[in-house]
């Protein structure tokens, strides 16, 4: 590991382009406009002469010398009368529930004067563990949308609610009623839908969801007769294999997973395991980026390797295998399958084996290889099964055959889209066009809105009432966060779908006192702590989650009311029923766990038809090009697609903003004569593309990891809604491209792409890939086997300094005198094992921190505001050793270095200010505006800054943004910029600056929770305990991949991870000691990382020496 | 300059005399206004939740002094035990039972307290400490402003040269005519300093820069003074008229009620928080007429809350939020924590509030530029001793500045003068 390293800021430097070096004498790399002011010809042209320019210039000073003399009067409006539980200027948190039909947490909501600005996880959740994802934290943005509903609509225009329901209670009363909704969690609200179809017998609910997960429920009855989607648990798993299968980005509940996965991959000398991670995929999904092995399948191909697996499986634990196995194109990947299978079966009862395809027969073959490996129970289970997937996709397809027969007469739509949301094959908006009445309950104008007669917004989650099962045995309460934001008598209003429902029953209730009696009446039950129904709420919606030990079906079920129409809530004697009733079905369970276990009683299952399944698995054709749809991490199924955090969120792996294109691999794109997008190019290609008979033009994206003859697009996008400022019109929806196979919904489809000559440019966050030769300085990696069996020094060497007395240790070497750090000493550590790119800390730093969005254009001009960004790293086939080898000479072995791999090893690296304690940054400020605190923390003072933009010059971590506009004022940032609107600007966080244009911004290490953390202390008069606070990042991050702390104290857990011995610091042989640190990432492979060049260094200095 | 020290010295001294004499009854008076000006005044008549003390030592069985000891500590203990004027007192306050302070003040707490109900009435209320002191607030009081002794000066001054200039031109004239010779043509003033500007063209210029430059330091000077509502010499500040013309001196002065009571989050939060009108009402359900401004100020009030003093009802419907003028203006990329301030570095309210006990109209009294902050900054000592979070750093610095003769660990030996401990 040399450490002669030659430092470059772009390939052109590297090549000399002619360009580059005329760029490299001006000081702007693009010419100012000055032109345009100062060129009489221009000025003839555009009407602005020197002399308007300078008059302007006059006027302007004049008026704004004159505007600041005004004296603003601030006004201090108390309350009338206070509510006791708020304090202004100090922030409550309460505990709610998140789920949008996709994603679950258990969330805490900060909320400043009575409005949320902020999530945090829950940690006491049994399902979110306290972690949460970028679609989580983003989604307080929801509330402030200014898209929203103010109130009901009739037949495109606004209405009152009493017009409302006059129309909908006739239609009611006379048709065929459906409710079509998303998955609903909320045992509550399934009583509140069974309220309605018992005073509409005529009505039916079907379940829908946008990304399916039919087919797992269907494999679940298939092979073990229960319509459910089972829980797993990766943290026990040693051996994990995903195919097509996104469990840490998107998949199912990927914040648990992700939690899970990195439990069972934490990694130190004292205990070197780690769950080795087997990858199958099209696609490079966030999940196959965190594989040890990944394995590149085409989408037709996947069925087979499931198919496969399961006959290895079965031939060395000694089942039967089924037929039909096909052909899988890549060699790689069938030894990868079989020495996968290998140790699953080795590491029997601790694997795992997900897949993402959504068609019946592959997922009954993944439950019988999981069956096989005796997982069940262990790292599999479906007694304690998620209830977040219901949707039938076959009920769905047999509701638009209903629809089109003119049958139904009203249908309600609840948390769905299914106009955008539906593949165009289904023709469910043709079908939408025979319902005589549509209702939906959307909170904006969406695709499925537009189309409804009546318009009855819902609430968003933060103003609602509600509960939820996520998962059996684990319950979960939602409470309203803020008063509802459309109740100012100009508005309407806006009204809890619940209250609709109940309202339209002639249930004489509001839904939060049907919510409690249902507690009451089933749910309080069922626990044995609280002996009174009163404390048990209190307590339980204190904590917002509540676990029992049972895993007991709650009833959807009409409850007994009174003659007033109002619920009856319990009596202690239907409690005491109740209890005994809950120990009755714990027994059951236990039996069918026990029957798992037992193969003599395991007669009550079904026989699953394997053979069946794996011609089904194995029946999808191949094409020239085969599509895999996916949903990106940021975008999840586009339900949230108006949210600009999201939007501008850079995809973990493409890095890409405010865009949807098609990934296809490098080779194809070179074959096929599109640009390649080499050498940090930013144009692409658009090709047209024809799936399902659907023609559109997208932009093409080079993808390594892309299998080859594939494509991957995103769901999310392209989005047909005026009103959606943000989203509408952005990239191609995807959605229409689903294929409908054996009554479910599928990603995979086949494709013929054609070229074309118009080109498509991209914004991206990134546009280098790989660390070219620099992995010693910023990106230390190693494998497990070495890290096992090799000395810290060997895989991660101390850097030293050569000088007159011999070589140093860098810290040694100093031109600085250091200070002391008396009180505390901050220190921040990543752990890259850990991190696996999933964005959550980019959107809760943003979220924390009132970090401006700024648009696409900006993003494609490196203007990004992200205080804390991810680097993506691939690796490459070239390195200087085998360049050296080859005698390709340096230049072309660099520029061969920039090329990733065929299917590379992924990388991730959060990046943020490092607050450098010999910070080049501070040094060159000329206005002192960025300093050093005794706490070791480099401090930025926006008041004080010019913005001469030295510092971000001078910063080797390229951290620094500079507010090239006044992004919360300007014009051109309106529609994307939340804080613009009235509604959006309430999510800022009253406690950090919003900062102007002209000014230089960066991480502050979340300076105001430390500030807050340490007067608690202080206020206490108490040493601050450690772990009491916590940056932004570090509270959102579902890995434990941050840590923050006090490195002065010896016993933190910080001080801990300092004297791990993975620990480094990132370019530490500048010598600006960094207050941030890295623990190294350790890959599960056989194969050493290590490059053995320290020993031919070594001997070279020796013969040196010799020579001397 | 030697007047200045001499007035000083003699404020000084009298200071000395006023305080060596109440040291005592300083303490009580800070006693009394945490545990019992709610309820009690100390030197009045005025009956508020409790009897106004005025004469209690007259009124009470003698020994008076260990009387009120005993009845301070605990009253209920000397209702129990029978006494005659004990239990009188009891029923004639309609039996409204008083704190009992046993276990929360000691013996000399409450001793002191007497001695300030016993002591005069408090003249002058306890003055600010802080960067502005208020000796300095004396220096200017009965001189004269320097602007009017300038122009002054200038004015005889002009009168002065026009005076000599006349007399000089009739003497030249007379002079002339005895010479027989022509009286010299009458040249303007300006054209004369228009010929004195020609031949001294040096000295002309020298002054010329000396004045651009000083028009240049006056601007540069002003440009700190931007924003800041607060004028320097007159050491006054902002002070708006209020949509109430409520009165801090009654309040918190003559009634002497505690900040706390009404500004009731400063120890919890970074506001100290403006009362909402509930806790207005708590007091002005009742008194519904004030003493100078009769019925219309609280009138206000009671419409705000919605409240008909008539019936004694609230009317919800009719209730209007009060808007006050913030006095206290800090930029928005200043982070102030009042919270920090008072419980933390137990800083008193007018430290940096002035003396609102004085105060009809609420007026800022400091100029709350970065400059006054630091200054006191650098001058305040941090309260580390008995608080455990500062005990490591307490340590550190003990050794940082060990043999040292008197070093003071002020704020901006901890840090307290970095930027990001207030703009982030």
Redesign the interface.
Known sequence: MSMSKKYWRGLPELTESPEFVKQHQSEFAEPLPMDEFLNEEEAKSNGTSRRDFLKVMGFSTAAVALA?CE????????????PEEV????ANFYASTFYDGHDYASVLVKTREGRPIKIEGNEMSGVSHGATSARVQASILGLYDGARLNGPWLKGSPTTWKNADDVIGKAVGSGTVRILTSTIISPSTKAVIAEFMAKYPNSEHVSYDAVSYSALINANKNVFGKSVVSSYDFSKAKTIVGVACDFLGTWLNSIEFAKQYSKGRKVSKENPVMSKHYSFESNMSLTGANADERYMVKPSELGKVIVALFNEVASATGNSKVSGEGKISNADAVKAISKSAKELVENKGRSIVVCGVNDEGVQTLVNGINKMLDNYGKTVDYVHHFNLKQGSDKEFIELISEMNSGKVGVLMTYNCNPVYTSPASLKFAAALKNVPTKVSFAQVLDETAQMADVVCPDNNFLESWGDANPKAGHFSLQQPTIHQIFSAPRYEGTRQFQDSLLKWAGVKSDYYTYLQAYWQNHIFPQQGKFLDFPSFWAHTLHDGVLKVVVAKETPATVMPKDSAGKPILSGVAAIINAITDSSKAEVADEKLIKAEENPTVADALPTPDYNKAASMATSVKSGQFELFIYEKVGMGNGNQSNNPWLMELPDPITKTTWDNYITMAPADVKEMGLHEMLRQDKIGSIATVTINGITENMPVLPQPGQAPGTIGLALGYGRNAETLKVANGVGKNAFQFLSVTNETIQQIASVTISKTEETHKFSATQIHHTIMGREEAILREVSLKEFKEKEKEEFNPSVTMATHEGKVPIAEVDLWDSF?R??HKWGLTIDMTSCIGCAACVVACGVENNVAVVGKTEVGRTRDMYWLRIDRYYSSDMTKEKGNNEHLGTKQTYLDMETPSHNPKVTFQPLMCQHCNHAPCETVCPVL?T?H???G?N??????CIGTRYCANNCPFKVRRFNWFNYNANVLFTDVNPSQNELGRMVLNP????RSRGVMEKC?MC??RL?AG??V????????VDGSIKTACQQACPTNAILFGDV?DENSEIAKWRNNERNYFLLEELGVKPTVSYLMKVRNQEEPMLVEENKVEEKNEKSEEKHT | MSHLSLKSLVAAFLMLVFFTSGIRAQDGAKLFKQNCAVCHTSHTDAHGTGPGLKGVFDRVPKPADAWIHKWILNNEKVIKSGDPYANKIYNDNAKAAMTVFEGQLDDKAVDAIIAFIKGPPPAAPILAKGPSSDVAATENVGGIDPLYLTLGILVILAILIGALRSVRTSLQNTANRSEGKEENPEIGFWNEVKGWMGTNRRLVGVFSLILVFMGMKGCWDACFD?GV?YTWETKNGYK?EQPIKFSHKIHAGDNEIACQYCHN?VE????A???????CMNCHKAITEGATTGKTEIAKIHS???FNPLTGKYDESK?N??????VY?L???V?F?H??HV??GKQECATCHGDLKSMTLAEQKNPLTMKWCIDCHRQTEVAME????????HK??KE?YKGQYDVKFTVDK??GL????C??
Do not use: F
């Open positions: 600041a004296t603003p009067v601030n006004k201090a409006i108390p309350y009338l009368v206070k304090t202004p200027g100090v002391p008396l009180n505006a300093s605190s005794t706490e923390l401090m930025m003072t926006y008041n004080r406690d950090v600056v919003v502050s300076q105001q500030q340490k007067l202390a202080k206020k206490a008069g108490a040493p601050i002065n | 931007i509502y708006p989050t919890k939060s970074r506001h928080g403006i009362p909402s009108v509930n806790v705000a809350a919605g209730s939020p009060l808007k006050w003028i913030k203006n930029p928005d990329h982070y924590n919270s920090q419980v933390v008995g608080n455990p979070y500062y005990e490591r750093l550190a610095l940082k901890i840090g970095e930027c990001a401990k703009h982030y």
